[in-house]
């Protein structure tokens, strides 16, 4: 399946497509560069379920996954750069070297790989840790942790202001 099928399908009302293999696809087709940019309904795959899908290396950049279901989807060397996932299921997902330059409000994190991966300014609030492997770099701006649920299952407030370094690697 190419991007333009998956957003054709998308469009007539399909949202299950776990498994799709989608490396290094640009999933940006509006071709917008800041989220603000998007028309309504552009790059729109809000509830779409990509469960185990492959998306490694693609550019997910300035797309509405809001509720999306990515759990154990490998996005390895993903750029995922003013992407909306707010309230997105990413537990167990690959997410090792991937570039998330966009926030990680309620999504769920449980058991995923978050191994160097660059985090910039990214709010991790009410955002669910537990069980993962999360080691990142913060080069830019800090990580905003507000009742962010941490892996050993600790709630963390604490945020780590810019040129801070976060890296934990824990196994639940």
Not at 58 to 63: E, I, K, N, Q, T
């Amino acid at each position: 399946m190419d991007v333009e099928e998956l957003y054709r399908r998308y469009a007539a009302g399909e949202r299950d497509f776990p498994g799709v293999d989608l490396s290094h696809a640009d999933l940006n087709i509006a071709k917008v560069i800041y989220i603000e940019y998007l028309q309504p309904g552009q790059n729109d795959l809000s509830g779409i379920n990509l469960s185990d899908a492959n998306l490694t290396r693609a550019d997910l950049s300035c797309v509405n996954l809001s509720g999306a279901n990515l759990s154990s989807a490998n996005l390895d060397s993903a750029t995922l750069e003013c992407t909306i996932l707010t309230g997105a299921n990413l537990r167990k997902a690959i997410l090792d070297y991937a570039e998330l330059v966009c926030d990680l409000i309620d999504v769920d994190l449980r058991e995923a790989s978050i191994f160097c991966t660059r985090l910039v300014g990214t709010d991790l609030t009410r955002a669910n840790l537990m069980g993962a492997t999360f080691q990142v770099h913060t080069e830019e701006d800090g990580l905003i942790f507000c009742d962010t649920i941490m892996p050993d299952g600790t709630i963390n407030n604490e945020n780590y202001p810019s040129k801070n370094k976060y890296s934990t690697r824990q196994r639940g």
